[in-house]
């Protein structure tokens, strides 16, 4: 895996700047980290993401959960691929990752670049007919299929009936949308699911921005559920998280 993930906290207020704290960071970095596994670090982070939000999750199970950056040159295709993994093996029923960013890079690169291929399908319904089975559990509904023919509107009606089928035909739902900070899709997605996971990116992401989106999503009157710091290159100890 290419993306280091850490939750952080929901709390965005503090005015500091990631980038403010590097020396910190660097000082911290000394021999006793040797032998850290990176991927297995994300991999549990990732898991703990999943036992966080969706099962049961708080303060309730969430059920449909939109994943979006902060700032629009950062791809979280990766980290909703991981997401969606971890979740269709300890969840039971069916999940799906959908494409619901017009602007991204596109989940189906990041599941081939995985190994993950089609896998026949053998489930009649509309929405599954049209979309990609990766296994038993999980599938991927392309951005094709999610937006069909209104690639060029975001009405919320339309967006609501199509977030009802999905409810009705997966039982979980891992959404890859569009950047929170300059698309208002963005938070309208989140209003009518159960809410976001905002995606920071290490060094780069600035924390002013990070709270002009959390203001756009209570405007909104969506649940930021948490956020996740990417491209990070060694684990944060406790007491820069309480600095965060």
Request: glycine share 8%; hydrophobic share 40%.
């Amino acid at each position: 895996m290419s993306t280091f993930v850490d939750l952080l906290p929901q709390t965005l207020d503090d005015d500091s700047e990631p980038e403010t704290m590097e020396a910190e960071r660097e000082e911290l970095d000394r021999p006793g980290l040797v032998g850290w596994d990176p991927d297995g670090f994300a991999e549990e982070q990732i898991r703990g993401l999943v036992r966080q939000v969706f099962l049961p999750g708080w303060p309730k199970p969430a059920r449909q959960v939109v994943f979006s950056s902060v700032d629009p040159e950062v791809d979280v295709s990766s980290i909703c691929m991981q997401v969606g993994l971890a979740l269709s093996a300890q969840a039971p029923g069916t999940s799906c990752l959908v494409e619901a960013n017009l602007g991204g890079s596109g989940l189906e690169q990041a599941l081939e670049n995985n190994g993950l291929g089609l896998v026949p399908n053998q489930e009649r319904s509309a929405i599954r007919d049209a979309s990609r089975r990766l296994s038993n559990e999980l599938w991927l509904v392309p951005r094709n299929v999610f937006f069909g023919e209104n690639k060029n509107g975001w009405s919320g009606p339309w967006l609501r009936d199509r977030l009802a089928e999905l409810r009705q035909t997966f039982d979980y739902t891992v959404l890859y949308g569009p950047p929170a900070s300059t698309r208002s899709e963005a938070a309208l997605l989140a209003s009518l699911c159960d809410g976001m996971v905002l995606v920071l990116e290490a060094n780069s992401t600035r924390r002013v921005a990070a709270q002009k989106v959390k203001e756009k999503l209570h405007a909104a009157n969506a649940r930021l559920l948490g956020a996740i710091l990417s491209e990070r290159t060694f684990p944060v100890p406790e007491a820069i998280y309480r600095k965060l």
